[in-house]
């Protein structure tokens, strides 16, 4: 009961924090209004025909427009109303994952440590940005340790009602994002090197229970397939996979163009490359997974991690609930499923040459069993050799969790956190826009918040040339930070607007700032677009 009322407790101040950080959000995450895109079109055309036409997953989404309609009955219709949703399913998603990291942990030490695990499990930063933002990561993320958690108890117990739960869910989680994929490999691994095998009795009932789990993920995946026509649209996961490009990832308006648009010079990359940290190697993209992990667990975690793994016999020989035979499966699974994932982060950087902080997440939950440990046995440590006794021992870790939790909520409240200040002038000119555009007018709006915040019709930059090919395209929207940048795009955002475009409104991109920040171009269409030179 007590640990409950403590896991309460941590999902309760978590709440708090992803709370205030949805009242205080702008703006969408600019890869998140991709995914209120496809929301909007679950609740107005046929499911099945939008899982064929978008290239992102669909589960995220398809949440997403379950849950626009309660929100819009307290908070109105709206493009605030899609921010809201988008951020609930987020956080909902981030506040369960507590669950089996708590479940996980529970077995690989005690109830102590998984209070404490599930307790970083929703103060990490990146895992409270990820909560409130517009991303199906979280989702994907609750899918991979549910998964991973039920898998757990169906390999001990070999229950094929378990591995069936486990099964789905890392078919749910795959529908959310693809490298839930991996949870199902590493519970297969796992599987086969746990000993017991030359029992025959035994080796049929893990045998049964293993095919459960394959079968139900399999069915998940295949008919997500039979409605898509493939497996995956994700560029990342298609390399990786050697599977090379998607039949349909491009658009047929990006084949066909119109003379002079068809120009190779034109450089009509959807963002903005030019500040991402290139990968060359294998070498670099090992050091840049650990360099992120290292950044995303804050450092101290990281440490914790490491001396909790190197002592997790000695903190096992305190944790009075552990059992000696369940532990160590859970150990070999944890690790199988780190290193699968890790070598699978090293190719995506190796192959692509570039990784975010949010992909290292997964590998972040999944050493987080050993952050707790190690806070946990360092707090013991302190205690015993400041010569306290047992009551005051357990009050110094009590303490260590309140100055982490603190320490969490004061990252995650600073306003440039939560404000992005950034977006204030695509705030300013989607208001500018629903006042001054009619309806007819369509709008290309190169980051997507204006538009997204006017509500008018139009295109994103990875549709450009399709918008310059429409003849009621009206307005243009630019960050003008894109235009400064030194990079083939840069150039040609210039080029284009130089010709064809002349500025209506500007705003400060911040508040304080007296420079422009956004600007709004009136688009004139060329009469041929051989004569506008790249």
Request: aromatic content about 8%; glycine content about 8%; overall charge positive.
């Amino acid at each position: 009961m007590a640990d409950r009322r403590s896991l309460l407790a941590v999902v309760l101040f978590a709440a708090v924090l992803h709370g205030l950080a949805i009242s205080r959000t702008l703006l969408p995450a600019q890869d998140g209004l991709k995914y209120i895109s496809v929301a909007r079109d679950f609740q107005s055309r046929p499911w099945e025909d939008v899982v064929r036409g978008t290239d992102v997953h669909p589960l995220y989404p398809a949440l997403v427009a379950i849950t626009e309609p309660s929100v819009a009955w307290w908070a109105g219709e709206g493009s605030s109303t899609w921010r809201i949703a988008s951020q609930l399913v987020s956080s909902v998603a981030c506040l369960l994952i507590v669950v089996p990291m708590h479940g996980i942990t529970k077995v690989l030490f005690d109830r102590r440590v998984a209070v404490i695990a599930a307790g970083l499990a929703v103060i990490y930063p990146r895992a409270a940005a990820l909560g409130h933002e517009t991303l199906a990561d979280s989702v994907g993320h609750l899918g991979i340790f549910v998964s991973i958690w039920l898998g757990l108890h169906a390999i001990l117990r070999a229950d094929p009602r378990l591995a069936l739960g486990s099964g789905l869910s890392a078919g749910l989680g795959y529908l959310a994002r693809p490298e839930a994929v991996l949870a199902p490999a590493a519970l297969a691994v796992a599987w086969l090197v746990t000993p017991g095998w030359l029992d025959w009795k035994t080796c049929w009932r893990r045998g049964r229970t293993l095919a459960v789990l394959l079968v139900a993920f399999t069915t998940v995946l295949g008919y997500y397939a039979m409605i898509k026509g493939e497996l995956s649209e994700k560029l990342a996961l298609r390399l990786g996979a050697s599977l090379g490009h998607s039949r349909v990832s491009a658009h047929p308006s990006h084949r066909i163009a119109p003379k002079g648009l068809d120009d190779p010079r034109w450089d009509f990359s959807p963002k903005e490359e030019s500040e991402r940290i290139s990968i060359a190697n294998w070498r670099q993209a090992v050091r840049r997974v650990t360099g992120l992990w290292w950044e995303e667990t804050c450092w101290a975690f990281a440490v914790m991690a490491v001396w909790g793994f190197a002592r997790r016999r000695f903190i096992r020989g305190h944790c009075p609930e552990y059992d000696s035979q369940i532990g160590p499966v859970a150990t070999r699974l944890l690790i199988t499923f780190s290193v699968i994932y890790a070598l699978a982060l090293v190719r995506h950087s190796a192959i692509l040459g570039y990784l975010s902080g949010r992909h290292t997440m997964a590998l972040l939950y999944a050493t987080t069993p050993w952050s707790a440990a190690g806070i946990l046995v360092c707090a013991r440590g302190i205690a015993v050799k400041s010569g306290m006794g047992p009551r005051m021992a357990r009050r110094v870790e009590i303490v260590a969790i309140v100055i982490a939790l603190a320490a969490s909520a004061l990252a995650q409240t600073r306003p440039s956190h939560l404000n992005h200040v950034s977006r204030l002038g695509h705030l300013a000119a989607g208001r500018w826009l629903a006042e001054n555009a009619t309806p007819d007018d369509l709008v290309l709006d190169t980051r997507g918040w204006a538009r997204f915040v006017s509500g008018q019709r139009g295109y994103d930059y990875w549709h450009v040339r399709q918008a310059l090919s429409d003849s009621h395209l009206s307005y243009i929207v630019v960050g003008l930070d894109e235009l400064d940048a030194r990079s083939g795009r840069a150039a040609s955002l210039r080029s284009l607007l130089a010709q064809t475009a002349s500025p209506v409104a500007e705003f400060p991109g911040g508040p304080g700032d007296s420079s422009p920040g956004v600007g709004v171009y009136r688009f004139t269409r060329p009469r041929s677009w051989e004569d506008v030179a790249p």
